[in-house]
Nanobody
């Protein structure tokens, strides 16, 4: 399984970014997908998850009502829409497949940098 993340960048506080993660290497539809992030000097943390139908989503408290995870199974892609960004959202964001609860995952993408300036 290969996961290719894109969409990171530099944005001012209050701005928005949309991350995308395209999966390849197997049937995409039946697996729980998600996003994690790792800020400098910190442990990697769970951000959001989505079940295979897209009908069930879950977020860490710090991003609720600001971030939205979605998926397009026809395009083998999962998205993370990030609004009202804060400097504390600055991190490398990792796409993940086959999540193990909210603590880890079987497959990881390469990460995309998100930097929010104050």
């Amino acid at each position: 399984v290969q996961l290719q993340a894109s969409g990171g960048g530099l944005v001012q506080a209050g701005g928005s970014l949309r991350l995308a993660c395209k999966a390849s290497g197997r049937t995409f539809n039946y697996y729980r997908m998600g996003w994690f992030r790792q800020a400098p000097g910190k442990e990697r943390e769970f951000v959001a998850a989505i079940n295979w139908t897209g009908g069930n989503t879950y977020y860490t408290d710090s991003v609720k009502d600001r971030f939205t995870i979605s998926r397009d199974n026809a395009k083998n892609t999962v998205y993370l829409q990030m609004n009202s960004l804060k400097p504390e959202d600055t991190a490398v964001y990792y796409c993940a497949s086959d999540l193990i609860g909210t603590s880890g995952s079987r497959y990881w993408g390469q990460g995309t940098q998100v930097t929010v300036s104050s």
